[in-house]
């Protein structure tokens, strides 16, 4: 698996061998023997190839798919859906000169307001878009 992830990301970098290699303090042979799985590197060698493709070692190594943990956008995929969902929802409209007037508007509503406002978007959403979250067993009246 690493020689694979090697492969990729060197190709995904526009990088030569040589300037992979002479970044790293290693030869071009060594990167080569690498790639082509003709060699394994020591644990400092791999982390060193995480850090400069910015992949996390168990990335590299094979043991996960998501190439930095640490990122923002695996940040998200971490998140509960609602939470993401609220994300999205925060990036797509922030620019929208009357976003932040009802996102106050709605921290200083009551409890009572806001499930109101929770079940007029649940149901506009199940006419118009993908369903919004409201809490199960909440009630208006």
Known sequence: MLSSRLQE???????????????????????NHYISGKRQPDADTIVALAK??????????GA???RNPYSQEASM???PRVERDALVAVRRYKS???FPELISLYGEASERDR????????????????ALPVDAGESVG
């Open 52 to 61: 400069f493709f910015n992949v996390s070692t168990d990335y590299l190594l």
């Open 96 to 98: 929208d000169p009357y």
């Open 115 to 130: 499930a109101l406002v929770r079940q007029i978007l649940s149901e506009y959403s199940e006419k118009n878009s993908p």
């Open 9 to 31: 990301l060197v190709s995904e970098s526009g990088k030569s061998q040589k300037e992979i290699g002479i970044s790293l303090s290693l030869s071009q042979q060594r990167i």
């Open 64 to 66: 996960s798919d998501i």
């Open 77 to 79: 995929l971490m998140l």
